[in-house]
């Protein structure tokens, strides 16, 4: 098993002691793990003097234990992930544990002055973002709030307690995808990534201003929301077959009609059918701008029988007609 032990006091100090354990001929943004412990990297971007990012994106090929050790100020570390992690809390150290099973993704508000060890099995896959708030950074807006001083000490409980009944929101797994798993084609650079974090951490903010009042996200049951994304992969991967109804998905899904339908808007942003619409749109312009098939053979590939309402769809969803030769 590999261990490193760390704290995260100062990004510089932490991005140096991780190139100096995984590539310390490394130059770029990126760490890349060797070949021997993992496939993939860590990024650390500072936002400012007092906000950091780190990004974890990687396939861990050994054993791996990491221990955070806590500090003594009062950071608050705000951890996004869309990999099952189990907690223990013993005695001041929380003790979490990796598997390989995907998850839709949670969040979790961490105190930085309890410290934490986390145990990656060989073969885990490892996704998740952190922003780290130092305590010089929210100290002085807390000072004149105290309700929120109040409320964030009690998300940070919270959210240890009830985590596996704590998911991303609909932006939040937005930016979580884009920041792990950005678009090849895009400019990847120290820009891209701070403004997605920053969007991240707004997020954050708007979701304890409205807790308890707009609604509560730790009442939320993770097992639907699982079912959900069974449900919305099933559609991705039956583009080709006709859209099979709410009524039998929700059926699939182990839910009423009302809850399915409600929960699947308020995760993916639009119904079940137009998802399923939007995602065979995006596979026939996949197929005509990358693969270069025709229309004839999009419409037999993706189950279309009229071509005038598919064009018009088409354009409706990218501003462009396909190719239209035949």
Aim: aromatic letters at 16%; charged letters at 25%; proline letters at 4%.
């Amino acid at each position: 098993m590999n261990k490193y032990s760390f704290d995260f006091s100062d990004i510089d100090i932490l991005r140096s002691y991780f190139r100096s354990q995984l590539n310390p001929e490394g130059t770029s943004d990126r760490i890349y793990f060797p070949p021997e412990i993992g496939e993939g990297y860590l990024s650390y971007y500072k936002i400012s003097p007092e906000v950091f990012l780190l990004i974890n994106n990687y396939k861990a090929n050994v054993d791996i234990e990491y221990e955070r050790k806590p500090i003594r100020e009062k950071d608050i570390i705000l951890h996004f992930r869309k990999y099952a992690l189990d907690h223990q809390i013993h005695k001041n150290e929380i003790v979490s544990s990796y598997s390989d099973n995907y998850t839709p993704g949670n969040m979790r508000c961490i105190d930085a002055q309890k410290g934490e060890k986390v145990y990656i099995p060989k073969g885990a896959e490892v996704k998740s973002t952190m922003i780290v708030l130092k305590s010089s950074y929210v100290k002085p807006y807390f000072m004149k709030n105290s309700d929120m001083a109040e409320k964030i000490d009690k998300y940070i409980r919270y959210s240890h307690q009830y985590i596996n009944k704590f998911y991303l929101s609909y932006k939040q797994s937005i930016f979580f995808d884009q920041i792990v798993n950005p678009k090849e084609d895009a400019i990847e650079n120290y820009l891209y990534y701070i403004a997605r974090g920053i969007r991240l951490l707004e997020t954050f903010w708007k979701d304890v201003l409205k807790w308890e009042t707009d609604g509560n996200p730790f009442n939320i049951n993770s097992s639907q929301v699982g079912n959900i994304y069974k449900v919305s992969n099933y559609l991705e991967a039956n583009l080709d077959e006709p859209f099979i109804g709410v009524d039998q998905l929700a059926s699939m899904a182990h839910m009423s009609r009302t809850n399915f339908f409600n929960m699947f808007k308020e995760i993916h942003n639009q119904t079940p059918l137009e998802f399923f619409n939007n995602k065979k749109l995006e596979s026939s312009y996949n197929m005509i701008f990358t693969e270069s098939l025709s229309i004839k053979e999009v419409m037999n590939n993706l189950n279309y029988s009229n071509s005038s309402k598919f064009k018009k769809a088409f354009f409706n969803r990218f501003n462009v007609y396909p190719d239209v030769s035949m």
